[in-house]
């Protein structure tokens, strides 16, 4: 069934109440079910569970996906399921809504960890307790919520802004709800079937585990062990590897990463992100790995490590303590450009938003909108919390934790209005530009500058991130105050899942440990050349005690990229570039000024230009055989859309109709089998 929307003159010529009393009269759907018990229970479970796909793409790449069509197409399938299994009632149109506004809410929850506190964690060489991660994180997605309603009524009600991303969910919703049913188990079938094998490739990949089965079912040793990588036969067999070794400029391969790796999850997130992300992301790879990781070897740059036959080894760990200036400033400028390039966006993000005839107010929605006195008094009250919280974790001064409030206020417009047209986010980018305030607020002070940073920058994300979920509430006529009591439950599910899970998979911190608050060091990752060393209290490492020895957070399977840029750019705020080798300070400017180029570019070509500033840098803090993986798959999908045309053929159903049904699964099955796969490693085989 078409979804009802008021035309483009309507928009521009109405006046809020106008469109208030249409929407009211012809959208709402009254008392349909939506915030039910079942809907909450099914959107905090499927939130929690998708949540740690976050976790895995997010400490792979820096990215997080949405997660709001996987759980809408699931709860769909599990309640028909239940319904023909004579065990339940159907989801109810705007249940299904309520649910992937959870759910959603949940998978946002993981952003902090793989960024902000992460970095926190690798400057300090501490752990930061459970508890505290879990109050802090909350606490910023619940100021996020009470910032964003406010600005709900003008960038949804009064402008109808289109939010893609929401928008596409909604679509999704009537189509399920109200199309062919049939389409929407072929879509769920899908998920659940790529989601199957691509688990099953994790689980091959697993060597401990499959030794463990190979042994128990008296089968030679490595005969169903899929590898870790598919060059490892070369580098296995002694008289190939003696009279052929892959080299460049005098450095294995392997060494510089270059190698390909089965990975399915990341071959899947690159058919989400696309061919031009794909590519970008290749040539950045190309242009690091084979050209600067090598000739920085040679010069000497790039400090390897002694391994235990006395040879001198490099890895991701030696090439990206070199490369992430070039990566980090050319992800800045980038982004800071591409977000001060468009001024019309900035301006109107506060046109409008005091006075004028738009902003009217109506009382038709009274009983539906969340009411104003929530946000008068919850906005003062959190953010205080917030500020007390900063204070006392981070030792961030009163004052400046103050200044962060009215500057997420201007942040958060600025957020909303840019995810409102292009569903992007620019949290980055605001993250930098409070690091450049506190680089001048607080010189020197490192950890101020990253938890402030953490402040603007997560809570305006939240605050898009919810508006964005409520978009296809207000096209299906649901209740968005039910909408937000539903984001609040998938704020809390995405933390008591996610965080528990963070600590035992990132950190390798055992539940008993957990449960103990015993908390063992991480190896504070120094930048600037240094050795990484362990800060830890006195009583933290004893010899007697092998299990508080310092834990790795950067490591070539998950490099978290993003907290490096995060670290990066306080690192350079508070300590400065002439602390730098001189040719990694060259690349920073270097870096910097390709940033730029490259969007320059695409503003000229007017989009058309593939290489992006963001991708291209991204590349230098993510290992090579990641970058090839999800090109690989961003290549697969895009030659299947230009092969396979034909909208009745069955391949163009599967990899073209419904490439995301696939992707999403894929990265559903793997992702989760992965974190599976290393809790099982770490703490039961």
Known sequence: MAIKQLSEEQVRDWTLEQKDRWWFENVWKGDMPQLTVRSAVTGMMLGGILSLTNLYIGAKTGWTLGVGITSVILAFAMFKVLKRLGLGNEFTLLENNCMQSIATAAGYMTAPMISSLAAYMMITGEVIPMTTTMAWIISLAVLGVLFAFPLKRRFINDEQHPFP??????????????????????????????????????????????????????????????????????????????????????????????????????????????????????????????????????????????????????????ITMWALWCGVAMMTTASLWAFFSKPKVIFSAFAGLFGGRKAQRSDVLKGIELPMWVFFLGIPLVGAVVVALAHTFFDVEIWLGVIAVPLIFVF??????????????????????????????????????????????????????????????????????????????????????????????????????????????????KSFGEEA?????????????????????????????????????????????????????????????????????????????????????????????????????????????????DTTARLNKIFVANQEPVCAGLIAGGALTGILVILLENFVI
């Not at 999704?172 to 769920?188: I, N, P, Q, S, Y």
């Not at 030679?220 to 052929?244: A, Q, S, V």
């Not at 000229?604 to 291209?616: A, E, M, N, P």
């Open 533 to 645: 060393t362990a800060v830890a209290p006195e009583d933290a490492a004893t010899e007697a005690d092998p299990g508080t020895q310092p834990r790795e957070l950067i490591t070539e399977q998950y490099p978290m990229p993003s907290a490096v840029v995060w670290k990066g750019v306080a690192e350079v705020l508070t300590e400065g570039l002439d602390k730098l080798a001189y040719s990694a300070q060259w690349a920073a400017l270097i870096g910097a000024l390709v940033g730029i180029l490259l969007e320059i570019l695409r503003f000229v070509t007017k989009g058309r230009s593939w290489l992006s500033g963001v991708g291209v840098g991204l590349a230098m803090v993510i290992p090579f055989h990641t970058c090839l993986a999800m090109f690989l798959g961003s290549l697969f999908f895009y030659v299947a859309g230009l092969t396979w045309k």
């Open 412 to 525: 958060t417009l600025i957020a909303v209005n840019s995810t409102a047209l292009t569903s992007i986010t620019p949290t980055g980018a605001l993250g930098k530009l409070t690091q450049l305030t506190y680089g001048a607020l607080a010189p020197g002070n490192i950890t101020t500058n990253i938890a402030t940073a953490s402040i603007t920058g997560e809570v305006a994300g939240h605050a898009s991130n919810l508006l964005m979920d409520i978009k296809p509430g207000y096209m299906l006529g649901g209740k968005p105050r039910q909408q937000a009591m539903g984001h609040v439950l998938g704020i809390l599910a995405g933390a008591l899942v996610s965080v528990p899970i963070f600590y035992m998979v990132f950190l390798q911190i055992g539940p008993s440990d957990l449960m103990a608050g015993k908390y063992p060091p991480v190896a504070s990752q």
């Open 165 to 318: 991303e929401g928008r596409a969910a909604g679509v999704v919703m009537d189509a399920l709800h109200t199309g062919d049913a049939r389409e929407g188990m072929f879509k769920a079938k899908l998920m659940l079937i790529c989601g199957a094998l691509s688990a099953l490739v994790k689980l091959l990949s697993s060597q401990v585990i499959m030794a463990k089965i190979e042994a128990a079912m008296w089968i030679k040793k490595g005969y169903l062990t899929i590898p870790e990588f598919l060059d490892e036969w070369i580098y296995n067999h002694e008289w190939i590897y003696n009279r052929w070794t892959p080299k460049l400029a005098g450095t294995e391969l392997r060494q510089l990463t270059v190698r390909l790796e089965p990975d399915v999850v990341m071959f899947a997130a690159g058919g989400l992100m696309g061919i031009r992300t794909g590519v970008s992301l290749m040539v950045g790879a190309v242009i690091n790995y084979c050209v600067l990781a090598p000739w920085m070897i040679n010069r000497g740059d790039i400090q390897g490590k002694m391994d235990a036959a006395g040879a001198i080894t490099y890895g991701f760990r030696e």
